[in-house]
């Protein structure tokens, strides 16, 4: 069984900038959710897809958009890049939606915004 | 809303020294409750977990038990090791609910 990867594992962009990051989920899991940590602080909930469907959203703006495609594979995109945008970003997946799965969490991207 | 508050770090403790690292939370429905340790450079791992009142998670070592009372889950080992030394997050999440809120972390390191 493998686990969640994520790619790039680090990457620098400049403000105004659109980026794509990558995650794979564990085999047989049909549930991603992305976070955003920021330095010295916590995972926030950014959003979460079922089944190629946007199943719930955290307070981030619409320049943070995603895609679950079949076979496991689902894309973080944010666009007109801030600074604040800076920081570590995680994919997690699960066999569904909700509390009672639990969620298997990749490595992550670093995202650095100059 | 829902929230978690943890135990300001950083937290340093000698080896084979008693762990606890404070968390309570708030939450408008009924959470299943999570510790997390994330090790320098990696992602998070589920450490233990609860789904209802009275209920302890374990494991390496760790443990932690529901309290609707308190509204705690604290986390305890008897004994740390080197090895443990990593940040610690306590998270929530409600059985109906797809976003998980965690706390801000707290960073353990345990020296030989």
């Known amino acids: 069984e493998t686990g969640v990867t994520q790619s790039p594992t680090h990457l620098i962009k400049t403000r105004g900038q659109q980026v794509t990051l990558r995650c794979s989920s564990q085999s047989g899991h049909n549930t991603v959710s992305w976070y955003q940590q920021a330095l010295g602080q916590g995972p926030q909930f950014i959003f979460q897809?079922?089944?190629?469907?946007?199943?719930g959203r955290g307070n981030f703006p619409p320049r943070f958009s995603g895609l679950q495609f079949p076979k496991y594979s689902s894309e973080l995109n944010v666009n007109a890049l801030e600074l604040d945008d800076s920081a570590l970003y995680l994919c997690?997946?699960?066999?569904?939606?909700?509390?009672?799965?639990?969620?298997?969490f990749g490595p992550g991207t670093r995202l650095t915004v100059t | 809303g829902n929230s978690v508050t943890q135990m300001e770090g950083p937290v340093t403790l000698s080896e084979e020294a008693f762990l606890t690292i404070n968390c309570t939370y708030t939450?408008?429905?009924?959470?299943?409750l999570f510790w997390y340790v994330q090790y320098p450079g990696e992602g998070l791992q589920l450490l233990l977990k609860?789904?209802?009142?009275?209920d302890k998670g374990s494991n390496k070592g760790f443990e932690a038990t529901y309290r609707k009372e308190t509204t705690s889950f604290h986390l305890e080992k008897g004994s740390v090791q080197v090895s443990d030394s990593a940040v610690y997050f306590c998270?929530?999440?409600?059985?109906?609910?797809?976003?998980?809120?965690f706390g801000a972390g707290t960073r353990l390191t345990v020296k030989p």
């Open positions: 609860a789904t209802k009142a009275d």
């Open positions: 998270a929530l999440i409600l059985y109906n609910n797809n976003d998980m809120r």
């Open positions: 897809y079922y089944r190629e469907e946007e199943n």
């Open positions: 997690a997946s699960s066999y569904g939606t909700g509390g009672g799965y639990e969620q298997y």
């Open positions: 939450a408008t429905g009924y959470p299943s």
